[in-house]
Nanobody, 124 residues
């Protein structure tokens, strides 16, 4: 099933957004779930990942501003984003991977399933 990311929008600098991604059962077959983003003219980059054991990994640019979580009861992946900056403006995607190598969890090329993306725009 396709992943569907939701919760994007437009906020001012310093604002907050929470992205959500229902996983439609992918948590039972895949090892790791993550959020990625891509701004116009830039490569897709890893924002945050969480594996089936709850281990998390964040991109260096997050610097404690974002929190990834997985609600197993709702089978939904979340990304709480605080202190947003204009440079956080991008299309955000959720994804699921079979890869167990924690060192590569922020590598977008290792992800098998992708959502269609939700736009986050931060104005100054």
């Amino acid at each position: 099933d396709q992943l569907v990311a939701d919760g994007g929008g437009s906020v001012q600098t310093g604002g907050s957004l929470t992205l959500a991604c229902p996983l439609f059962g992918h948590t039972y077959s895949t090892y790791c779930m993550g959020w990625f983003r891509q701004a116009p003219g830039k490569e897709r980059e890893g924002v945050a990942t969480i594996d089936r054991y709850g281990n998390t990994k964040y991109g260096d640019f997050v610097k404690g501003r974002f929190t990834i979580s997985l609600d197993n009861d709702k089978n939904t992946l979340y990304l709480q984003m605080n202190s947003l900056k204009p440079e956080d403006t991008a299309m955000y995607y959720c994804a699921a991977s079979y890869l167990s190598d924690f060192s590569r969890h922020l590598d977008a090329s290792t992800y098998t399933y992708w959502g269609q993306g939700t736009q986050v725009t931060v104005s100054s």
